[in-house]
């Protein structure tokens, strides 16, 4: 019982800094299927390359905790805020007096969900929001508003209507102002998208340069460049909010978008091996938190080839 | 992302109760009992290594040859005892070299028995652990040279790609790798526990 013949040439610290690189890689740049061939290639070389990396994996999947530490957006109303406290002191300064008090920080409460978590949070107004996969939301408010903050991932709004306290999600430049309603939200890089399921609701894209009034049913796909209305059938709402009871619905979906959403909900990725492969298309209901059965169905169905390596699973002709 | 495109008739066909097929299971279910059993001990298993070797620089090798031993051996057959396995593998790998060095006295290698072992740790004490690891990871990042502790910041709490953390502090995509690296390194041994392991930091 002893190590394969490469590692005992090379010492724990630069296997661990090979492991390292290559778990950077695969996490802040472009990853091809080439690239992650190259990965196969060197953690088959030894068994030491492969727990380095699993090890480094595992601890790094641990340091998601840090995300609480995530310092408050400087958008557009922080940044007011501290020019009316900059004004604020000058004005104190002016007057030679210390009577006047920078304007309280409104509590926000934050609530994030790890990859593959979800979370239900309820209201005090009676409101109800669901927290998707991977998200990070920000509630907080003063007297004439609720204000959500999605920072990051998705949310499934039921918000109880108030006139004089309107509920207000913002996703960096762009926000929905709800008028009593069921709806959807997710962000993504300078992009938001709203699904209006029940009621009435506005979007005001990029700090209100466009706004747009939704009707059930309406998806608005709001970038810094462009605002984009599509109409859903309630069947496709109802799959769009699988996610509430666990399950993800592809209609017609092709392997690579089908990939990307079970790897929104899981640290063990599918990697897509050609761009044939890529372009197939499926369909059904699936267990969000099981890529397995998945790659099993794709695997019979689309007689596909599955390897499963460590961290991913690999779909190929 | 996965659109659900409209006007595509509903197949019906849904998620079939197939069984797991075989090879699905080793792999993953191997990586699954190494992260959730093997790698909790680190901390313990490096406390005794260093405590039973004298020489401390050698102490991250004979890590990587026990981890590499006992996963090879969980390949056959997972151990049902993961943390006496684990001991019984470093006394046994330290009794070899120290025949195999002349250098230290078996002697010194203590029983098994006498080891102080943390027991299974019970599920409040998962969950205090939990809390735990973002005051270890704080302590951690605050540890880490500044331009990599900007680099970590940026990539890991901000969530921004690698492009725009090398554009945001005008480095080469070369050295935001090298930090990333460097910081995913550091954080991960204080999540595992190799306080004060010289060769932690490189």
């Known amino acids: 019982m002893s190590t394969s013949g490469e590692a005992v040439l090379k010492s724990q610290m630069e296997i661990e800094s090979e492991a390292a690189e290559w778990l950077q890689r695969r996490h802040f740049w472009d990853w091809s299927a080439s690239d992650q061939s190259e990965l196969d290639a060197w953690l088959a070389q030894s068994t030491a390359h492969e727990i380095a990396f699993v090890r480094l994996m595992a601890g790094y999947g641990r340091t998601d905790r840090l995300v609480a530490l995530r310092a408050p957006r400087m958008d557009r109303s922080a940044l007011t805020r501290l020019l009316r406290i900059a004004a604020g002191l000058a004005v104190v300064a002016a007057l030679g007096t210390w009577a006047m008090q920078t304007p309280s920080t409104p509590t926000e409460t934050r609530y994030v969900t790890p990859v593959g978590g979800r979370q239900t949070i309820m209201l005090a107004d009676g409101s109800r929001i669901d927290l998707n996969t991977d998200s990070e939301i920000r509630l907080g408010g003063d007297r004439n508003h609720r204000l959500a903050f999605l920072d990051k991932g998705e949310a499934y709004f039921q918000i109880r209507h108030d006139a004089s306290r309107p509920f207000v999600v913002r996703a960096g430049a762009h926000r929905v102002v709800d008028l009593g309603t069921k709806f959807l939200v997710r962000t993504g890089g300078d992009r938001m998208d709203v699904t209006l399921v029940e009621g009435r609701a506005r979007v005001d894209a990029n700090g209100g340069a466009r706004s747009v009034d939704l009707l059930p049913g309406d998806e608005v796909i709001a970038t810094a460049r462009q605002l984009t209305t599509v109409h859903k059938t309630s069947q496709d709402l109802g799959n769009q909010l699988g996610w509430r009871r666990g399950v993800i619905v592809f209609r017609h979906t092709t392997l690579a978008d089908a990939a990307a959403e079970f790897n929104r909900y899981n640290p063990n990725r599918i990697v897509i091996g050609s761009a044939e492969v890529a372009a197939l298309k499926i369909d059904g209901t699936f267990p969000s938190d099981d890529p397995d059965s998945f790659a099993e169905i794709a695997q019979v169905i689309l007689h596909l080839r599955v390897e499963r390596r460590a961290g991913s699973i690999v779909l190929t002709k | ?202």
């Open chain 2, 1 to 202: 992302m996965a659109r659900v495109m409209t006007h595509t008739p509903d197949t019906g066909r849904t998620f079939p109760d197939l069984r797991r097929l075989e090879a699905a299971m080793t792999s993953s279910a191997l990586v699954d009992w190494f992260v959730r059993e093997v790698l909790p001990l680190e901390a313990a298993l490096m406390r005794y290594l260093r405590q039973n070797w004298r020489n401390p620089d050698e102490v991250a090798d004979l890590r990587q040859d026990i981890y590499v031993q006992v996963y090879d051996a969980a390949r056959k057959q997972v151990p049902t005892h993961t943390k006496a396995f684990v001991f019984q593998t470093a006394r046994n790998l330290l009794i070899d070299r120290v025949r195999h060095d002349r250098v230290v006295p078996i002697e010194t290698v203590p029983d098994l028995e006498t080891l102080d072992v943390p027991g299974d740790v019970p599920s409040p004490e998962r969950a205090a652990i939990a809390r735990d690891d973002l005051r270890r990871l704080r302590a951690a990042l605050d540890k880490l040279p500044p331009r990599c502790r900007e680099a970590v910041v940026l990539g890991r709490i901000e969530g921004l790609p690698g492009r725009a953390i090398a554009v945001r502090m005008g480095v080469s995509d070369q050295a935001v790798s090298k930090h990333l690296a460097n910081g995913i390194r550091a954080l991960v041994n204080e999540i595992y526990g190799r306080e004060n392991d010289r060769e932690g930091q490189s």
